[in-house]
C-alpha cells in the first residue's frame, strides 16, 4: 500500500448499527463538505460512509423508461441528483460511500477515478475470498454474471460527490420496479448471497481500508470546527 500523502475526514452516521440515513440528508451532507472544499481546494478531502433509508435515484441525465412506475407517484422517495448514471436504489444494508476529493490530487481522470473505485469494490472481495469483475463498456463491479456494486460520481471543478454502493446484505426487492443502472440482462446481487450472515459492520473497515489505500489516504475523525450536524 502506498504511503499516505494526505488526510481525509471520515464522516459515519453514530450507534452500532449506524442507523441509516434519509438520502436528502446525506445529499445535504455532500454539497457541504464540496462547498467546503471549492473554497478552500487546498483543506483535506472527505469521505461519508453511510446506509440509506429505501429509496430510489436517478443520474442528471437518467431515462425515465428505466423504472417500472410512475415517476409522479413512485413507491419509495424518488430523487434526480447530480451525478452520471441512470436510476438505482438504495436500502439499509448496502454500504454507500461518500468520496468528496480534490481530484486534481488524485489524477485530474474522471475515468481513472472511476476505475479506482471499482478497484476498492474488488479490493474488499478479495479480502471475503471472492473475485469482483468488471464489464467492458459499463461501470460498477459483478460478481459470477450479478451486480454488487453501483458506482455514479458526479464533480464541480474537480472536487467530487457521490460514489459508490456496495450491496451487503440489503433487500433486493426494491430493484425489481426499476432496471438497474439501464443493465436489463444482468441481475443484481449482495455479498451475502454468497456468504451467508455477512453484515454491513463487519464489511465497513475493509471498504475504508481499501478505499484509504486505493487513495493514498490516512483518514482521521473530525476536528470540532469540521464536524456536520447530526444525522
Same mark, same amino acid.
Given at each position: 500500500?502506498?504511503?499516505?500523502?494526505?488526510?481525509?475526514?471520515l464522516?459515519?452516521?453514530?450507534?452500532?448499527?449506524?442507523a &441509516?440515513?434519509?438520502?436528502?440528508?446525506?445529499?445535504?451532507?455532500?454539497r457541504r463538505?464540496?462547498?467546503?472544499l471549492l473554497a478552500?481546494?487546498?483543506?483535506?478531502?472527505?469521505?461519508?460512509?453511510?446506509? !440509506? =433509508?429505501?429509496?430510489?435515484?436517478?443520474?442528471?441525465?437518467?431515462?425515465e423508461?428505466?423504472?417500472?412506475?410512475?415517476?409522479? +407517484?413512485?413507491?419509495?422517495?424518488?430523487?434526480?441528483?447530480?451525478?452520471?448514471?441512470?436510476?438505482?436504489h !438504495?436500502?439499509?444494508?448496502? @454500504?454507500?460511500?461518500y468520496p468528496?476529493?480534490?481530484?486534481?490530487? !488524485?489524477?485530474? +481522470?474522471? !475515468?481513472?477515478? @472511476?476505475?479506482?473505485?471499482?478497484?476498492v469494490?474488488? +479490493?474488499?472481495?478479495?479480502?471475503f475470498? @471472492?473475485?469482483?469483475?468488471?464489464?467492458?463498456?459499463?461501470?460498477?463491479?459483478?460478481?459470477?454474471?450479478?451486480? @454488487?456494486?453501483?458506482i455514479?460520481?458526479?464533480?464541480?471543478?474537480?472536487?467530487? =460527490?457521490?460514489?459508490?454502493?456496495?450491496?451487503?446484505?440489503? $433487500?433486493? $426487492?426494491g430493484?425489481? &420496479?426499476?432496471?438497474?443502472?439501464?443493465?436489463? +440482462?444482468?441481475?443484481?446481487?449482495?455479498?451475502? $448471497?454468497?456468504?451467508?450472515?455477512?453484515?454491513?459492520?463487519?464489511?465497513r473497515?475493509?471498504?475504508? $481500508?481499501?478505499?484509504?489505500?486505493?487513495?493514498?489516504l490516512?483518514?482521521?475523525?473530525?476536528?470540532?470546527?469540521?464536524?456536520?450536524?447530526?444525522w
Open positions: 500500500m502506498a504511503t499516505p500523502n494526505s488526510d481525509a475526514i464522516f459515519e452516521p453514530s450507534g452500532s448499527p449506524a &441509516a440515513v434519509p438520502f436528502a440528508r446525506g445529499w445535504a451532507a455532500q463538505l464540496q462547498e467546503r478552500d481546494p487546498n483543506g483535506p478531502d472527505a469521505v461519508l460512509l453511510l446506509e !440509506h =433509508q429505501p429509496c430510489y435515484t436517478l443520474g442528471r441525465g437518467a431515462s423508461a428505466f423504472l417500472g412506475f410512475d415517476p409522479a +407517484d413512485p413507491p419509495l422517495p424518488l430523487f434526480r441528483i447530480d451525478r452520471g448514471g441512470e436510476v438505482t !438504495h436500502a439499509p444494508g448496502q @454500504l454507500v460511500l468528496v476529493l480534490n481530484l486534481q490530487r !488524485h489524477g485530474a +481522470d474522471l !475515468h481513472r477515478y @472511476l476505475r479506482a473505485l471499482e478497484q469494490v474488488i +479490493d474488499v472481495l478479495a479480502r475470498g @471472492l473475485v469482483g469483475e468488471r464489464s467492458p463498456g459499463q461501470t460498477g463491479v459483478w460478481l459470477e454474471g450479478r451486480k @454488487l456494486a453501483a455514479g460520481v458526479g464533480a464541480r471543478r474537480w472536487i467530487s =460527490q457521490h460514489g459508490l454502493a456496495l450491496n451487503v446484505n440489503c $433487500d433486493l $426487492d430493484f425489481g &420496479a426499476i432496471v438497474p443502472c439501464g443493465i436489463a +440482462d444482468r441481475p443484481v446481487g449482495r455479498l451475502s $448471497d454468497w456468504l451467508p450472515g455477512l453484515t454491513p459492520q463487519a464489511v473497515p475493509h471498504l475504508l $481500508d481499501a478505499f484509504a489505500g486505493e487513495f493514498s490516512a483518514l482521521r475523525q473530525p476536528y470540532g470546527g469540521e464536524a456536520l450536524p447530526p
